[in-house]
């Protein structure tokens, strides 16, 4: 079921490579912002992590998976659903004004949940044409530099000390 307008509660899913690669995708609609993957609850009661997992297959084609898939095509961008880790850290920002008209009227904040997914370089991204048009793999001074979300660019430089503590 989904709702008239977006939940202003979201995840930020920071993909990286074990050298500390960031994958980053240029918005469709607007030229030169470049970010991870986001994206709002479908549902009040949908789960941080099936937001998570929901919008990185949504939006890059890698999927995660707690068991065996079916076709080597899948297998190229499946990645185990344990490489996704909850940071334990969010963020509440106001929404920008040309996006607000997609929550209901009044509201004007939304609390953004950090997750990091650990995927191999190599791995297929496949963009959702709608949402994105390209994407980069950069180390993670130059990804951070790079967004432009103020808090996306913050959880970025975060990335090594939660590598170091999964």
């Known amino acids: 079921m989904s709702l008239p307008y977006k ?30 993957v986001t994206g709002s609850k479908d549902t009040p009661d949908e789960a941080l992590s099936e937001t998570a997992r929901r919008e990185v297959e949504e939006e890059t084609g890698i999927v995660l998976a707690s ?7 899948q297998e190229r961008r499946t990645v185990p659903a344990s490489h996704l880790l909850d940071w334990q850290l969010s ?3 106001e929404i920008y004004p040309v996006w607000r008209h997609r929550y209901a009227p009044g509201v004007t904040r939304n609390t953004e949940h950090v997750f990091g997914l650990l995927v191999p370089r190599d791995i297929p991204v496949v963009l959702a044409p709608r949402e994105h048009t390209r994407f980069q793999w950069l180390p993670y ?15 970025i430089l975060q990335l090594p000390r939660y590598m170091r503590a999964g």
């Open 7 to 36: 939940i202003p509660e979201s995840v930020l899913v920071v993909i990286h490579t074990a050298e500390r690669e960031v994958l980053l995708i240029e918005r469709t609609d607007k030229e030169g912002f470049w970010q991870s």
């Open 91 to 93: 963020n509440i920002y």
């Open 141 to 155: 001074r130059a990804a951070a530099d790079q967004c432009f979300s103020p808090s996306n660019a913050e959880a």
């Open 67 to 73: 068991q065996a898939v079916e076709s080597a095509d």
